[in-house]
């Protein structure tokens, strides 16, 4: 299953950073080959300063070796080897009324002294974190997901769509990071589904990310806006900075299992400002997306 997964990923992220920089037309992906000297290491690809993306990454890992004892006490296990792959990706697009969009799927597997598996699953989900708020789109996105979801289990998509607006959640603020999406981990096998049966889920929602977003960035890229837009953008990037850094696991573990530095915090937007104590004006579009931030919403 591993390399049946990693095979995927890798194929994958051609698929994606292909598309984007023809989305984009100017930039394109530098990429980065990293090595972990515990074992594994990754692919990084970075794009900038285009004429669409103002950043993004799209990145795979594939990293092995006895679990750190800060992970061991997090899984409550002893001295235990493991096996972590996947792809997470991050666009922030230069127009603030284009979404920014995070995804990832991964894999891990546990394995005894003896190398036998002792526990092995699947996690992950994609979410939209726009700056302004064009209902019909986070409509459409929802949609993307619970087909994919409802044609592997009917429960999937309001119970992984309850997760993520649980977890993309910025408790010092009281508000969400985004209008959500759906977000799922430790997806075992169990009397309903075999590991194979996640495996098609999960690459199920791979292959139709492109789907979910693109048309998005493709309708949002060009509007025009003013210098006030692109502040608002970079006071709510503030929000998703503090999130990565305060509350996301997948920073946690990354740094913890001496993950490369770079590749980890790509996901940080280029431009970001922290205005005092601001609050946008009433009855303004700013306004308009806080108010939906603050509780979950069903939008499909």
């Not at 993306?53 to 004892?69: A, D, F, Q, R, Y």
């Not at 429960?155 to 959500?180: I, M, P, Q, S, W």
Request: net charge positive; hydrophobic share 35%.
């Amino acid at each position: 299953m591993k390399d049946l997964f990693y095979n995927y990923i890798k194929s994958l992220q051609d698929k994606v950073t292909k598309e984007f920089e023809s989305i984009d037309g100017k930039a394109i992906f530098k990429e980065d080959l990293w090595e972990r000297i515990e074992g594994g290491g990754g692919r990084t690809r970075i794009i900038e300063n285009g004429n669409v993306i103002e950043k993004g990454g799209v990145n795979i890992s594939s990293v092995h070796g006895e679990l750190p004892k800060s992970m061991q006490d997090y899984f409550k296990v002893g001295k235990v080897d493991f096996f972590a792959c996947g792809l997470s990706l991050v666009i922030h697009p230069l127009n603030p009324m284009a979404p920014t969009v995070h995804a990832n799927w991964r894999y891990f597997e546990m394995y005894n002294k003896e190398g036998g598996i002792l526990k092995q699953w699947f996690g992950g989900g994609l979410d939209l974190t726009p700056f302004y708020l064009f209902e019909e789109d986070v409509k459409y996105f929802h949609q993307t997901c619970k087909a994919i979801c409802d044609k592997h289990n009917s429960k999937y998509y309001l119970t992984f769509k309850r997760n993520c607006d649980a977890y993309f959640f910025n408790k010092h603020r009281n508000e969400a990071r985004g209008v959500g999406g759906i977000f799922f981990d430790y997806l075992k096998k169990d009397d309903t589904s075999s590991l194979k049966d996640h495996y098609k889920f999960v690459t199920g929602l791979g292959d139709s990310f492109l789907n979910a977003y693109t048309p998005l960035l493709k309708k949002r890229k060009d509007i025009k806006y003013t210098a006030a837009n692109k502040i608002w953008q970079e006071v709510r990037r503030g929000r998703y900075v503090e999130f990565n850094l305060i509350q996301d696991k997948g920073t946690l573990f990354g740094l913890q299992t001496n993950g490369r530095i770079e590749s980890i915090l790509m996901s940080l937007p280029p431009k970001v400002q922290w205005k005092y104590n601001y609050h946008p004006e009433p009855n303004t579009e700013e306004a308009r997306l806080l108010k939906v931030l603050k509780f979950p919403i069903d939008w499909v």
